[in-house]
């Protein structure tokens, strides 16, 4: 068996060991083959799924956009029909390109939704290489004379890499450094350095990544200026923004009617859908909905099947909830804070379930005593 035949074997049967063995016995110098489909060993892996073969090859100098498969498949591609988010995000790591587009003219994420996998197609369309970040902290970086500090940039790109992003989620999620008197508008000014750069690239999703990096700058701001006027002691800025999430049902909207109005491109097709949601009348769309819509990454938006969802937290969005509301036992939270974010905005539905509940028992009662009376042959 010729040696190219034998890698693409070894990985097609998931065997690293036999992997590692054909490069020692081979002293293979280059992972860039292709196989008779024009498909190059890291294509197998990421098909396979197999994230320790695919970091292997790629550690090993495998070009991860390296392939001349005959139908434009890249390596992304496969890894997004497989549906390993694993795969994927080491995928892009390495640098494979998220706009490439197949012989159907389809992208990696969109081959993701096709195939129903998600997570993969949210993974790739909110993602962002860590170089555009990390690009603050070199030493004569100067656009905007914009300095972070190494930790501060590594919390920064996890900080824009999250795929949840319901405000009171992105408020849980902002680290105590970036509300420190220094911190704070030079973290402002780098997402919005961020959103600028997003505006001015050319892909399907700049401007939904745009608006993300402005939303979650100017939430930042918002939160850093909140204060209890009411106590004297210094307070979390992060404890009164939930203080007034639960305590009013219109505090959050009008919050987020700020946030999309301090939108600086106005010219933007998000912004119009924005403004369109808006003021449609009697079926305009409140501001929470429209940027979970438009920006938030929910499953739906990809199409998948609402009873295939996970249960979502009804305060901040988090799969997963396990926590019932009391009263009406319905709608579920991550945890007893969820809950009491939460219980503003849901009193007045809370009410009218738990009506709806009572009415629904007790027709169903009067239906089947009717029926017992039928039967005892009473009218
Ligand atoms: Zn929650
Ligand atoms: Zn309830």
């Avoid at 030079?186 to 939303?215: G, P, Q, V, W």
Wanted: aromatic share 10%; hydrophobic share 35%; net charge positive.
């Amino acid at each position: 068996m010729e040696v190219n035949e034998e890698i693409f074997k070894a990985i097609f049967l998931n065997d690293l060991n036999r992997l590692q063995k054909i490069f020692v016995d081979y002293s293979i110098g280059s992972w860039n083959m292709l196989d008779k489909r024009g498909m190059a060993p890291v294509h197998y892996a990421s098909f396979k799924g197999n994230l320790d073969i695919v970091c292997w090859l790629l550690d090993k100098g495998a070009d991860v956009n390296f392939g001349k498969h005959r139908y434009s498949n890249s390596a992304l591609h496969f890894g997004a029909l497989n549906g390993s988010t694993a795969v994927c995000q080491r995928l892009l790591e390495a640098g494979a390109k998220r706009h490439v587009t197949n012989s159907i003219d389809r992208t990696p994420a969109q081959i993701a939704i096709d195939t129903g996998n998600f997570d993969c197609a949210i993974l790739i369309n909110n993602y962002l290489p860590k170089e555009e970040v990390m690009c603050f902290t070199k030493p004569g970086y100067s656009e905007n004379e914009l300095k972070l500090s190494t930790a501060l940039a590594k919390l920064v790109y996890k900080f824009i890499m999250m795929t949840n992003i319901h405000p009171v989620k992105v408020v849980f999620e902002i680290p105590p450094e970036f509300l420190s008197d220094d911190n704070t508008l030079t973290i402002f000014n780098a997402l919005h350095l961020l959103s600028r750069r997003e505006f001015e690239k050319h892909h399907d999703t700049k401007e939904m990544l745009c608006f993300k990096f402005h939303y979650l700058a100017t939430i930042l701001i918002e939160i850093s200026n909140l204060k209890d006027i009411t106590s004297k002691k210094p307070t979390d800025p992060k404890e009164v923004f939930f203080q007034k999430v639960s305590s009013s049902h219109n505090f959050l909207e009008q919050f987020l009617n700020n946030v999309i109005v301090k939108f600086n491109f106005k010219d933007s097709t998000i912004f119009r859908t924005m403004v369109d949601y808006m003021t449609r009348g009697m079926d305009s769309k409140l501001p929470l909905e429209i940027i979970l819509l438009l920006v938030g990454n929910k499953r739906s938006q990809y199409g998948e099947p609402a009873n295939s969802q996970p249960i979502t937290c009804s305060a901040c969005e988090e799969p997963n909830a396990s926590k019932k509301c009391r009263k009406c036992k319905t709608v579920k939270y991550c945890n007893r804070k969820c809950r009491k974010i939460h219980s503003s905005m849901h009193k007045k539905l809370c009410k009218k379930i738990r009506k709806d509940i009572l009415a629904s028992r007790s027709s169903e009662e009067t239906s089947a005593l009717g029926r017992c009376f039928s039967k005892l042959g009473f009218k």
